[in-house]
């Protein structure tokens, strides 16, 4: 089986550094080109299955996909983005992206954000292990998603050695492709 992890187009949010996690925010101009540019490049593999998250940003991408490929389209609670709880919608700042990739640290900051730990433990791993246990050999998924899940997906298909994993952000568009032995 292969995966191909595929984080949203670039939002509006993204272009100003604000935090979106469970907010929906509207694709940018170049988000719109990056998915030109992924349509096309998917195009060389044979997917058999679309998972996404519910957000807007990352389903816009799963009906383009889907369109394709003529795949139905499996919308996961597990691929939501991180909850942001009181940042959402406030400027980033890069000290506090660092802060909340500390897996060992698993503290929401007391502003209410999803701890890295516990969207791992409870969400992401469960996800890529039902898909593992329910997927064929020859298949070919796509899960579209966002930032944290993407390092999440990271970590896992890196043995959860390497903790620094956590701290870089996937490219948004770009495929990321984890071949897993069934």
Same mark, same amino acid.
């Given at each position: 089986? %292969?995966?191909?992890?595929? /984080? #949203? &187009?670039?939002?509006?949010d993204n272009h100003n550094n604000v935090w979106c996690g469970l907010r929906d925010c509207e694709i940018s101009q170049d988000g719109l080109k990056q998915l030109h540019n ?15 998250? &519910?957000?807007? /940003?990352? $389903? !816009? ?5 889907? /369109?394709?490929? %003529?795949?139905?389209? #499996? ?6 983005? /991180?909850?942001?709880? %009181?940042?959402?919608?406030? &400027? ?15 503290s929401d900051l007391n502003l209410g954000i999803e701890k890295i730990q516990d969207m791992y433990l %409870?969400? *992401? ?17 796509? *899960? !579209?998603? #966002? ?7 990271? =970590? $896992? ?5 390497? =903790?620094? !994993?956590?701290?870089?952000? &996937?490219?948004?568009?770009?495929? $990321? ?6």
């Amino acid at each position: 089986m %292969k995966i191909l992890f595929i /984080r #949203h &187009p670039k939002t509006q949010d993204n272009h100003n550094n604000v935090w979106c996690g469970l907010r929906d925010c509207e694709i940018s101009q170049d988000g719109l080109k990056q998915l030109h540019n992924l349509k096309n490049e998917i195009k060389k593999y044979q997917v058999t299955k679309i998972f996404t998250s &519910p957000c807007r /940003r990352a $389903y !816009i991408v799963a009906q383009e996909l889907s /369109r394709v490929f %003529k795949l139905e389209i #499996h919308v996961e609670q597990n691929l939501i983005e /991180r909850d942001f709880g %009181k940042l959402e919608g406030l &400027p980033c700042n890069s000290n506090d992206k660092l802060l909340m990739a500390d897996f060992n640290l698993n503290s929401d900051l007391n502003l209410g954000i999803e701890k890295i730990q516990d969207m791992y433990l %409870k969400r *992401v791993k469960p996800f890529i292990e039902r898909i593992w246990k329910e997927s064929e050999k020859n298949d070919t998924i796509v *899960v !579209i998603s #966002h930032s944290w899940v993407g390092r999440l997906f990271a =970590f $896992y298909f890196n043995n959860e050695k390497d =903790f620094d !994993i956590i701290t870089k952000a &996937p490219i948004n568009c770009k495929i $990321y492709e984890y071949n897993v032995n069934n």
